[in-house]
């Protein structure tokens, strides 16, 4: 396993690019004030040591160099020994809503973005606990399975848009389904399922999944976020410029509405809470305190335990580079000239 130290230097590779450009275009503006004094095509001839190939090689050994520099300063290390590490902790499943209603701006800025602030700052105070999601609409699909790794948890987080579900609807039995199918119940980690939705409709039958996960020992929590009043839904278009509001058959605007009596008895079956989601409340939060104060269990997880500093790797050939291209002369070969079937051997001669 490669990681980087210092991950904020593999900015620098940003510069690459603009090095590529800045040298063409110094080769541009070279040329072009060397067209002031006279045709190129003399200028060359009376300069005929000069050699352009042997400029545009040492401007690409230039930018390989400070480009291996830029990854030698982020110091890539190689993870050497892989074991079994003994952690404590609780098994945590988060199923998100990701339908379409989720986009309504009654929470700010919007239903889905205040779930997924709060799922990033879950994952910030989380120390041991494995955390996985699963994402919902009309299906279930699983985001990231259970995981230590939180830096990869909030990157797959990060991802989550509505569109990442192709089946529209809002199916809670799904994603319970979809939780009991990745938890793993040889191990005996307490096991939670925190489930984050309008609920503005419902597909399959969630009670049943509910009473189903309940019977395995899965504590089951529920977040509503949402009106009961009800709120538009906003469209946009591909400028992310709103255009309109979502409307039915009729051209009436559609208003999704929070199912609150549904998701307080999906939370009573599965033996735990409902909480309803508000602009300033941090409803995860309240979650997690109730979920650390249960008896943490052990569960072993594979990790490289063990780097090494492999930036030496890149700064030597970067060194290496950066000398070469100090050795060597923008002036032509006159023996490799010799051999250049497109010269004229006569004008090398002679």
Known sequence: ???????????????????????????????????????????????????RRKRTLKNALLVTAAGLLALALANPQVGTRLEEVKQEGVDIFIALDVSLSMKAEDIKPNRLEKAKLEIRNLIDRLGGDRIGLIVFAGDAYTQFPLTTDYSAANLFLDAVDVDVVPVPGTSISSAIERAMESFDFKETTTKVLIVITDGESFEGDAFEAAEDAAKQGVLLYTIGLGSSEGAPIPMYDASGRQVDFKRDRSGAVVLTKLDEPTLEKIAAIGNGKYIRGTNAQDELDEIYKSVNALQKKQFGTKQFTDFEDRYQWVLVPAVLILLLEYLTSERKVRWLARWNLLKDNSKVNG
């Open 1 to 51: 396993m490669i990681r980087f130290l210092h991950i904020e230097y593999l900015y620098l590779l940003l510069l690459v690019p603009a090095l590529v450009a800045f040298t063409w275009l110094a080769g541009r503006l070279r040329r072009r004030s060397l067209s002031r004094f006279g045709e190129l095509a003399i200028l060359e001839r009376l300069a005929e040591e000069a050699s």
